[in-house]
């Protein structure tokens, strides 16, 4: 039954439609990122050597020091109007993009803070 068939396959691409826009509305942080910020933060958040050692408050995203108190939205904030020598991201990332992107560094961060090396910092208590 020709009915039929055409049926199932217009339901089948509805559905599997649907899973790509649910796929989208969840951007990919890592790969924003990977796009977006590598060239200065660094894969792991350690920005590479070079401009580490000429632009000294650029902080490694691997510190947790780096998201004390500051919220998802307000990373998203500072990646709207840039800080520094980083350009502002408002009009090339989306929000959701921002957002996404916010919440891919935080996974960046070591658990042992000591394990952090760039910059340089004093141990605690010294
Ligand atoms: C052109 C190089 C460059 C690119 C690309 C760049 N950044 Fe930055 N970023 C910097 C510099 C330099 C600073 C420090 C600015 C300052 O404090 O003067 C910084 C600061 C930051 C900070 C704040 C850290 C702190 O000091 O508290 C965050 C978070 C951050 N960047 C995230 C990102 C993300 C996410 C992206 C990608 C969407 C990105 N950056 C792309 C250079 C860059």
């Known amino acids: 039954m020709r009915f039929t068939k055409t049926t199932v396959a217009l339901s089948l691409g509805f559905?599997?439609?649907?899973?790509?826009?649910?796929?989208?509305?969840?951007?990919?942080?890592?790969?924003?990122?990977?796009a977006n910020?590598?060239?200065?933060?660094?894969?792991d958040g350690v920005p590479p050597e070079v401009l580490a050692s000429r632009v000294?408050?650029?902080?490694?995203?691997?510190?947790?020091?780096?998201?004390?108190?500051?919220?998802?939205?307000?990373t998203a904030v500072l990646l709207d109007n840039g800080i520094g020598l980083?350009?502002?991201?408002?009009?090339?990332l989306t929000k959701d993009?921002?957002?996404?992107?916010?919440?891919?560094?935080?996974?960046l961060?070591?658990?042992?803070p000591g394990s952090v090396t760039l910059p340089p910092k004093p141990a605690p208590g010294s």
């Open 56 to 74: 000294k408050n650029l902080l490694p995203l691997n510190d947790p020091a780096v998201y004390e108190g500051v919220s998802l939205d307000s």
């Open 37 to 43: 910020c590598v060239r200065c933060h660094g894969q």
């Open 15 to 34: 559905a599997l439609g649907a899973t790509g826009l649910l796929a989208q509305e969840q951007p990919d942080g890592k790969a924003l990122y990977e």
């Open 86 to 92: 980083m350009k502002p991201y408002k009009g090339v």
């Open 109 to 112: 961060v070591k658990k042992d």
């Open 97 to 107: 993009e921002e957002l996404a992107i916010a919440r891919y560094i935080r996974t």
